[in-house]
């Protein structure tokens, strides 16, 4: 069945059985406290926790999707036969509408029946100490002839929450078989039970707590990719009628690595960079145009930055995704790549030339590379199928990153009279040591300001660059027009509504990748280390996340301690990008 078919159907599927079909949201998701959508489920959040109304929204409790989505955790797996950046996500939702015995029914009638494919087996979750065992969906599918139900538990079966908190719950899986005889995960139902009062980091860890939710809700993800591989019985992804056109158009000859891996990364990623392009991001040095811009850098190794390849991509999908088919869209795509190309494309040329001149490389010169020419881990270890990089490992390149890391910190501790602060983020600016305490207020004020133009003006604003004294912060931020005077005083509230509720203020460190993931904004340079700060801004009653940002601090324990947030000016700063100088009292 060509993928066109299975959308089709999945969506009529569901429609026929009181579901409202619900267009795909944008890649970048109205939750501040992510930074991508990463499943169908990301856009209905608040009707989960009782925050909106399906009835009012959608004239239902039940809903039925076709998601982009993206999932930066898997792009090291790119390349093998089921992994990707970008994916389509079919998903069918209810907010206290049906539960698991409808869920899981639908989900074996419309594999087994409407799409006349075998079901290999099922998983269950097997309990922890919070929640029991799921029975009830092991005796739901063996009723329904499914005789292999295989237990796991929290790691494999439990979803959530995306974000800093948010429902979640037990899973059950659908296993299928492709042409190699390979079983694969192609749908995960969760059951969303609880409200979790962390991130799935804090919850695995026993450092999160789950609330019954009021009404229990089914939350659906099946990968597009996956079942037309399963239903035009292929061995990979990269073989279904998504991939071939585009795999067949690229022509890796002249770049010297012509392995069907580096083909898939490029399809793979030419995918990806054209999606998020149409959702407006362009690529950068921080956040999600970071992200952009790695998968960029990785096609113009390979040489293949050319218009052919976007418009193959463009169109195999523009008949599904409106965005993609507008002219003016396209050409903008092209346009971006196209300059990205010429900025980067001799750069990362010499880097690679002097990749080639040292042959074998270890940890530190590759680091050194990095530093010089921008050649990131991922590049390196590709570069002619590997052969510079047998014995390089993330870890080593990661740890030669730390290090670099501390030199630095080190500097600026000394530089900065050793009270602590870290000077790299280039938004602290303090001469001497009484002068702290205000900036250090006017550094959480930035945070909170940035959280309300994200909230008053929409995700799209990005800070593009801030610089705190001890009279002012002076925040840049992209964005098209000017700010209405009443949009600023409705920033301003924002902020000082933050500030009343006195809310926590507390940073942990992770790994780079992993505060990506969970959604932390980022004000980042190239130099990225390997483990981050990300400070969270909370209500400690609600746990409602106010404020998720990559920072290296300090900021004060509690927003009370801020004072009056004001807004003193806002102008241009240069094509595209506002200014806003604000003060607290
Ligand atoms: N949210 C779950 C997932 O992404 C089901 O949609 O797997």
């Known amino acids: ?84 950046t970008f994916f389509e996500m079919l998903g069918n939702f209810s907010f206290g509408g049906y539960f698991k015995e409808e869920a899981i029914t639908y989900g074996h009638d419309f594999i087994t029946q409407e799409l006349g494919l075998a079901i290999s087996y099922v998983t269950v979750f097997k309990g922890s100490d919070a929640v029991p065992k799921d029975t009830e969906s092991e005796n739901i599918w063996k009723s329904l002839g499914v005789a292999d139900v295989r237990e796991e538990g929290m790691e494999d079966v439990f979803w959530g929450p995306t974000g800093a908190s948010g429902p979640c719950g037990p899973t059950t899986e659908i296993y299928c078989t492709n042409a190699n005889g390979k079983d694969v995960e192609i749908w995960n139902i969760v059951f969303n ?7 799935r980091e804090q919850l695995l860890a026993g450092n999160a707590k789950l609330i019954p939710l009021e009404k229990k809700g089914i939350d659906t993800g099946m990968g597009l990719e996956r079942l037309a591989m399963i239903s035009q019985n292929k061995k990979n992804i990269f073989e279904t009628d998504l991939f071939a056109p585009i795999v067949e158009n690229i022509d890796i000859r002249a770049s010297g690595r012509n392995s069907e891996k580096g083909k898939r990364i490029i399809a793979d990623h030419a995918r990806a960079i054209t999606f998020l392009l149409a959702d407006g991001v362009r690529p950068s040095n921080k956040g999600v145009g970071y992200v952009l811009r790695r998968l960029m850098r990785r096609l113009i190794i390979y040489g293949v930055q050319d218009a052919l390849l976007f418009d193959t991509v463009i169109d195999s999908y523009k008949d599904f995704y409106e965005e993609l088919n507008d002219e003016n869209n396209r050409d903008e795509i092209i346009r971006v790549a196209a300059n990205e190309y010429g900025k980067f494309g001799s750069t990362l040329g010499r880097g690679l030339n002097e990749l080639r001149r040292i042959g074998e490389v270890d940890a530190k010169m590759a680091f050194k590379l990095y530093e010089s020419f921008g050649l990131p881990y991922e590049m390196i270890k590709d570069f002619d199928d590997g052969k510079n990089a047998k014995n390089l490992t993330r870890e080593a390149f990661d740890e030669e ?30 001469r001497d040591e009484s002068e702290v305490e205000k900036v250090t207020r006017l550094h959480t004020a930035t945070h909170l300001m940035h959280a309300a133009l994200r909230a008053v003006l929409g995700p799209e604003v990005r800070q593009d660059g801030s610089d705190i004294t001890v009279e002012r912060t002076r925040f840049d931020f992209r964005f098209g027009r000017k700010v209405a005077p009443e949009e600023l005083k409705k920033v301003e509230e924002w902020v000082n509504d933050a500030i009343s509720r006195d809310l926590k203020v507390e940073y942990k460190e992770m790994a780079y990748e992993e505060a990506l993931v969970e959604g932390a904004l980022g004000f980042f340079k190239e130099k990225y280390p390997p483990r981050v700060k990300v400070y969270t801004m909370f209500d400690p009653k609600t746990g409602e996340i106010f404020s998720k940002e990559f920072c290296g601090g300090p900021h004060v324990g509690h927003t009370g301690e801020v004072g009056r947030f004001r807004i003193v000016k806002e102008e241009s700063s240069s094509a595209g990008v506002r200014r806003i100088r604000g003060v607290v009292e």
């Open 1 to 84: 069945m060509q993928s066109s078919e299975i959308r089709q159907k999945f969506l009529a599927f569901f429609e026929a059985r009181g579901h409202t079909v619900v267009p795909s949201s944008s890649l970048i998701p109205d939750d501040p406290s992510v930074l991508l959508t990463t499943a169908g489920m990301q856009q209905f959040k608040p009707y989960y926790t009782g925050d909106a109304d399906p009835v009012k929204d959608f004239k239902s409790l039940n809903t039925v999707s076709v998601q982009k989505s993206f999932r930066t955790s898997d792009i090291d797996e790119v390349g093998d036969e089921t992994h990707l």
């Open 193 to 199: 039970e609880f409200l979790c009062n962390g991130s």
């Open 401 to 430: 990153f730390r290090k670099h890391q501390e030199i630095s910190r080190a500097g600026a501790t000394a530089k900065f009279g050793g009270h602590g602060l870290y000077m790299k983020t280039g938004e602290v600016t303090i």
